[in-house]
């Protein structure tokens, strides 16, 4: 018998450089993960819905990542980085969760020593930096269900570039804890300073007054 599929909305980067940055932590964290790195803001539905107003509400929104938290509950070990933007509240919709916590997931495993030694690494690099949302996307789950989005995404070319390390898909199950923490801690630094070489773009792009 097929398991029920659950439907969730949600928005990735509309930039492809933190997108792709966020996808390998990802990975890195977890090789077990399927899903591209996202903001969850509605669902589940039984089916996928059509949403235009809430998509034209959330594209192009200026999200804020605002540091470092995580969910430690029995059978959870969660490390993601908080988010918040005005837009995003407007989309909200998670009847399973109706506390407000919007948040970018970049550990949800079974470890809680692997994910307790992360936060406290993520959380000494203070990250904040902004990313603007994509329009909202159908995100369809199935338990037991095999989807190779994540590692198919991984960009083993990008993490050299930003760690000096050569480590490729099929690397990163065979690597130890302490290398891929130290892999994700450069990925992280290099968002920061991209986030601030864009604030400073932005900067120097306006007028005058």
Request: with cysteine.
């Amino acid at each position: 018998m097929t398991s029920p599929k659950r439907v969730f909305y949600v928005v990735y980067s509309k930039d492809e450089q933190p997108q792709r940055i966020l996808d390998a932590m990802c990975y890195l964290a977890d090789p077990n993960e399927k899903n591209r790195a996202h903001v969850t803001l509605r669902g589940p539905y039984p089916q996928r819905r059509n949403l235009p107003s809430a998509s034209r509400t959330v594209e192009g929104a200026d999200i804020e990542v605002t540091g470092v938290d995580a969910f430690f509950r029995p059978g959870q070990n969660t490390v993601f980085f908080a988010v918040e933007a005005p837009e995003l509240a407007r989309t909200w919709y998670k009847p399973d969760f109706p506390e407000y916590k919007p948040h970018l997931t970049i550990y949800d495993g079974p470890s809680r020593e692997f994910a307790e030694r992360l936060r406290r690494r993520l959380r000494a690099i203070n990250p904040r930096f902004h990313f603007q949302a994509s329009s909202l996307a159908p995100l369809v789950t199935r338990k037991g269900q095999g989807s190779l989005n994540l590692r198919t995404a991984y960009d083993e070319e990008l993490v050299r570039d930003v760690t000096g390390k050569r480590v490729s898909a099929e690397d990163v199950p065979e690597i130890s804890e302490d290398e891929r923490i130290d892999l994700i801690a450069d990925l992280c630094s290099r968002l920061v300073k991209h986030g601030v070489a864009e604030a400073e773009h932005r900067t120097r792009r306006r007028p005058s007054l």
